[in-house]
């Protein structure tokens, strides 16, 4: 199976289309009706329950596999529940039945168009209750669920294209998997309007490859800055802590750029090497640069702060989406507190912008 993501900002576009094919099949829904007017105007009861969000429509596309001499086949029923499934693990619908209202609307329609089977699920990512689905690594569990579900239904498991999913998969499911190093574009989890990763995107994905055969920190850190990506290493004495990330003008935590990239995570479950006297060079050199990076953006964000430039600070996902848990540079002299000892920042004394520092 290979999932598709998109996120847009109305439901009639993508209903019509779906629904519109000669060959479309509603296999699922927990809507009423059957045309593209009946459900869009039920979607919008819910969108106006959450106004903040712009991109209300969710469409998942899932695909099974078809090649010369090999086609897949699921019954409406099979499609019926990889739909739930798949939702399930996505946030969409509650694990438990009983949660009516962390439920999202949506309708499940599969086609047949291009010779071969392919299922388009339309859901709001705003629930019942008004609280938007959390889909900060729907690139990554929809890797994790399309490959369990096709497991489950006796269809070919498609290789994933990093070692977190395929570790995740081992390890909580049982099922191997190859891994592919490189990201397909038809797998990719895109949207009509956003198509540029983020630094958090980027750095992720520059981890996941950096990690694939449990390196030494040094060799870790020595990829990671040939990806244009700078490494801060937290330490407490000889024991190393973590790591902070930048790309351009964000830095980030491990944990937050992927939970399973937490510094414990790294040792635990993709066998990174740390040894203080052979890793204590490449650290401190990689320290070093990273904090000049750090300075070198915030003076270049103090000429800009005084230009006539206007200025925007959020960081988005691909979904549009504020990336809450990274943070600009312009604002990285709060570090400072975090490496007393370790971190010499200019700390100019700027007047409160709330566009800038917000």
């Not at 750095?203 to 850190?221: L, N, Y």
């Not at 750029?257 to 790294?266: A, G, M, Q």
Request: hydrophobic share 30%; net charge neutral.
């Amino acid at each position: 199976m290979i999932p598709v993501i998109y996120k847009k900002p109305n439901f009639l576009d993508t209903l019509k289309y779906v629904l519109g094919k000669d060959d479309a099949a509603i296999v699922d829904t927990n809507m009423m009706g059957t045309k593209p007017d009946e459900f869009n105007q039920q979607f919008l009861t819910i969108k106006y329950t959450n106004k903040a969000v712009k991109r209300q429509c969710a469409h998942l596309i899932i695909s099974i596999a078809h090649r010369p001499n090999y086609h897949e086949h699921l019954s409406n029923s099979q499609y019926s529940y990889l739909a739930r499934e798949y939702l399930k693990d996505m946030g969409y619908l509650p694990k438990e039945e009983s949660s009516v209202a962390a439920t999202s609307q949506f309708v499940a329609v599969r086609h047949h168009d291009r010779n071969h089977e392919h299922l388009h699920i339309i859901t709001s990512r705003i629930r019942l209750d008004g609280s938007l689905v959390n889909d900060s690594y729907d690139y990554f569990n929809s890797q994790v669920s399309t490959r369990r579900i096709a497991a489950e239904l006796g269809l070919e498991v498609t290789p994933t294209t990093n070692e977190a999913v395929a570790s995740r998969l081992e390890q909580e499911y049982g099922i191997i998997t190859l891994t592919s190093p490189n990201r397909s574009k038809s797998i990719r989890a895109v949207n009509s309007k956003h198509k540029t990763p983020t630094s958090k995107e980027i750095i992720r994905q520059a981890i996941g490859e950096a990690i694939k055969d449990s390196p030494t920190v040094s060799t870790f850190i020595q990829r990671l800055e040939e990806n244009n990506i700078g490494v801060l290493p937290k330490m407490q004495g000889e024991e190393l802590l973590g790591f902070t990330y930048t790309h351009n003008d964000v830095k980030i935590a491990g944990y937050q750029v992927y939970k399973p990239y937490s510094w414990n995570k790294l040792r635990s479950e993709y066998g990174i090497m740390y040894d203080p006297d052979k890793d204590k060079e490449v650290i401190q050199q990689a320290k070093a640069k990273a904090i000049a990076r750090i300075n070198s953006i915030i003076l270049s964000n103090i000429d800009y702060l005084y230009s006539d430039k206007p200025t925007n600070s959020s960081t988005s996902d691909s979904n549009g989406d504020t990336d809450s848990n990274s943070k600009k540079l312009v604002t990285i002299y709060t570090l400072n507190s975090n490496y007393p000892s370790e971190i010499s920042i200019i700390q100019p004394k700027l007047e409160y912008n709330p566009i800038l520092l917000g």
